[in-house]
């Protein structure tokens, strides 16, 4: 069953302070129409879905807690306000979460606020195992960020598999990724649907079909192969490439994982496997807010699903964490975003 905007009652969420968000319209001189109106800009200047009239009855019922704002609209209105979700009181602050996340106007860009903004999103990747060298794939993105608009890389390729969970945010991390590197992004669903869904319908079986062992045993493996054979042929010209897709089954198998790893050194090549962490709410939210038909069965036998998953589930090889619960890590990207957008407007 999707839940309505409506559905989500501000009262009912732990350590919402509606009325921080009233007090960040007010300091920016703001009236509730203004702020509609530029939420509406926000929101299609950074390419988020799912902010429809923003009206004033709207924005009006998030400042009274009658309604808790879905996950866009909290992204638009950290962006419009600059500021994190514990700043705007959408929510506690996670133990050592940076609570404050200001930057400067378009103006005072040359003082070096874009990299700071960059720098703290790329952070939130931390290593998963003891042996994973997070700090190097942090500086090869924000080396590639910076050259850019020099060229050249003198380093050796790299493929990123970004892992987790549906509705973690790994596709949200992968994007920010490539939006600071300039590397190409394989992202599974969209290279891949619409070969698995005939496939399906081809076998008998339903095109949305995520959980049965018709899609488990016989359509599953294909999906990936295609995927992974798209990537090797882009790092066998030396291209570096993100991969965004669950990979559960991958990274959990070390002797799967070894022989990409093998294949990948063969060609002079670099693998990171990155996994997304979140939790059951966040997942559950944003796998409403999309909508999307594959996900039908998740959400209409949530505990079913839920029964079958681990939040604890880990690669079994040496590996890097993005802390994403409750959308810290996506909130953190979407700030650097803004930063890039002020620096190269």
Known sequence: MTMTEGQRVGKQRAGWRPDRLREQREAHGLTLEKAGERLREVAERAKLKGIPAANPQTLWQHEQGEVYPGPH????????????EPDLGFRTALP??????????????????????????????????????HFALQQRIIDAWKRRHTGGDPHRPVLILVGGYAGSGKTELARFFVQLTGWPLLDK????????????VALGGDPNDRHTELYRERVRSVEYDCLMQSAMANIKCGISTVLSAPFISEMTDPEWMQRL????????????????????????????????????????????????IDLDLRPAVPHLVVDNRLGTAVTLADQARQAMGAMYA
């Open 96 to 133: 050592g979460e940076e609570t404050s996340f200001k930057l400067t106007p378009m103006d005072d860009r040359l003082n070096g606020a874009h990299v700071l903004a960059v720098e703290r999103a790329v952070h939130r990747i931390s290593p998963g195992s003891e042996d994973a060298g």
């Open 189 to 200: 669903d969209p290279l891949t649907r619409p070969l698995v869904e005939r496939l399906l």
């Open 261 to 308: 790893s093998n294949r990948a050194a063969s060609m002079g090549v670099d693998v990171f496997p990155v996994w997304v962490r979140c939790d059951e709410e966040s997942m559950r939210e944003y796998i409403t807010f999309r909508s999307a038909a594959r996900d039908a069965w998740k959400l209409a036998r949530w505990d079913e699903y839920m029964a079958t």
């Open 73 to 84: 609209y909290r992204r638009a209105y950290c962006l419009l306000y600059r500021a994190t």
